[in-house]
């Protein structure tokens, strides 16, 4: 079964380096650069998980994770499980009160990512 992993972040080399980890038939990958939109996003691409990069536009991972957490709330559904990217391992702090299912430390390997998105898609 192929997963739908909805993948937020604004710069090319961070999403690049995504596709590179994730380039397997099992992913089908959706690239977003909006974080005002991306819940919008979410829903009508319907993604299995979401990894988000830490520094996204003017909102921020934490914000835009907490943003999706919460319009899951008011719609009465389930959460998508999120993968941040953090810049540095003191963030994981930040991450654990993001509610993330799983975060990864830039620069991060190819199964890092892989881990952390079968984790976070896996419960």
Known sequence: ???????????PWTRNEVHAA?????????????????????????????VIDLQVGSMGGMA????????AAMAKRESVPVVLLLD????????????????VTKPFTAHDIRIAVESAISG
């Open 1 to 11: 079964m192929t997963s739908r992993i909805m993948v937020i972040a604004d710069e």
């Open 64 to 71: 835009i994770a907490r943003d999706l957490h919460q319009q």
């Open 22 to 50: 994730l380039a397997e038939p099992d992913y089908t990958l959706i690239d977003h650069d909006d974080p005002a939109t991306s819940g919008d996003v979410l829903r009508s691409e319907q993604a299995d998980a979401v």
């Open 88 to 103: 540095r391992k003191a963030d994981s702090f930040l991450a654990k009160r993001s509610g993330v299912a799983a975060w």
